[in-house]
């Protein structure tokens, strides 16, 4: 891995910064975990999209650049810097899109890659079930064949996004009799579809980032399988693997909060207790180790490598290293952590550690994760 940016990566960065500065909504945009927010998000994909923004890693003629994942970390450390609106399709762009590139017909990318990176289409996620959450082999919603059709009977729940998306991609058990791995399928259905009856899910803060989706004999058609039918566990972990991998949580996000809690500490440090200190700078030191082994991950797979299990091993680390940021600044704060405000002041930070809580449960729990590792890259028993 060689850590100097060559000339072309640092003229990239130059043409990054320079759109951000012109384009970054000045003000913040609303929740969103609301409709109206929803709504400017969407529009702010769009506004990505002009630029062809959206997923610089996608074919140019799919509206992306054909950029290598040296420029996408390079895109998403300045799209940190300029502050720029969270991806309210990242459930898209990120994990579905590339799982389209491996396992999509030419039919399936032409239709859904553009819309997604055009913001027409924002999809949800269609993992978890009430009897299976982290396990998605306890999968029992089904998905039975019936001429051009599968019909689905079952519940999703803790669907992301769902509650004002307008697609899912979720697993189903096509084949009733199987167990396990085996009898699962991918398929990929909008979510006004006749027969879908979607359930906001309140959050701590009263948004709706989350929603149930009842299936009562929802026919979809048949081409919306993405893969073979029967084989949608590995269509699933490549999705998982670009979740808990690279693509989902980009170094620069816990790099700009690790620099947003040396500024805090700065300010409160002649109140905060001894200990403060270490824990800043332990953050600080992680966030830099966790870009460095990304960057390691990304040149090896240029170089034509692949990212299997210790993909557990990024989820863990990120989705650790970001809760213990939040715990230290909300540490640093106090008691004024507790109050949320219009503007500014402590706000970022609430919700920042009431998400954060979420990490170590979503993409798969981090006790699903360290069994993983265990078997797959320890090799110990099960």
Not at 179 to 185: F, M, P, Q, V
Not at 310 to 319: G, H, M, Q, V
Not at 320 to 336: K, R
């Amino acid at each position: 891995m060689d850590l100097v940016y060559t000339h072309k990566e640092r003229a990239f960065r130059t043409e990054v910064r320079t759109w951000m500065e012109a384009n970054v909504p000045k003000q913040p945009l609303l929740s969103m975990d609301t409709r109206e927010g929803f709504e400017q998000h969407r529009q702010w994909e769009r506004t990505l999209n002009s630029g062809r923004w959206s997923m610089i890693t996608w074919p140019k003629e799919m509206g992306g650049r054909d950029a290598n994942l040296i420029e996408w970390l390079i895109f998403e450390e300045e799209y940190y810097r300029a502050n720029a609106p969270t991806r309210v399709n990242q459930n898209g762009v990120f994990l579905l899109g590339p799982t389209l590139m491996e396992y999509g017909t030419p039919e399936q990318k032409a239709r859904f890659l553009t819309r997604m990176a055009q913001g027409d289409d924002i999809w949800a996620q269609g993992w978890s079930e009430p009897g299976a959450g982290s396990d998605m082999a306890a999968i029992r919603t089904k998905a039975i064949r019936d001429g051009d059709h599968y019909v689905i009977n079952g519940q999703k729940t803790w669907s992301t996004r769902a509650a004002f998306a307008d697609w899912c991609f979720g697993m189903f058990r096509t084949d009733p009799n199987s167990e396990k791995h085996k009898g699962l399928s991918f398929i990929l259905l909008p979510l006004d579809t006749p027969g879908v009856t979607v359930r906001p899910i309140p959050q701590l803060d009263g948004k709706t980032g989350f929603a149930e989706i009842f299936f009562d004999d929802v026919r979809v058609p048949a081409e919306n399988l993405l893969g073979k039918e029967g084989a949608g566990w590995s269509v699933a972990m490549s999705t998982a693997g670009f979740e808990r991998g690279l693509m989902l949580r980009s170094p620069a996000r816990f790099q700009e909060t690790a620099r947003r809690l040396v500024t805090l500490y700065k300010q409160h440090k002649d109140r905060v207790s001894p200990g403060t200190r270490d824990k800043v700078l332990k953050a600080w030191m992680d966030a830099e180790a966790y870009c460095l082994n990304t960057y390691m991950t990304a040149s090896r797979l240029i170089a034509g490598g692949t990212i299997g299990a210790e993909a557990s091993l990024n989820k863990i680390f990120w989705s650790e290293l970001d809760l213990a940021m939040h715990e230290t600044a909300m540490g640093i704060l106090g008691a004024e952590a507790e109050l949320v405000k219009e503007t500014g002041g402590s706000r970022d930070w609430l919700g920042g550690f009431l998400f954060s809580l979420a990490g170590p449960i979503y993409a798969g729990t981090n006790e699903i994760q360290r069994n993983i590792i265990a078997e797959r890259q320890l090799g110990l028993p099960r």
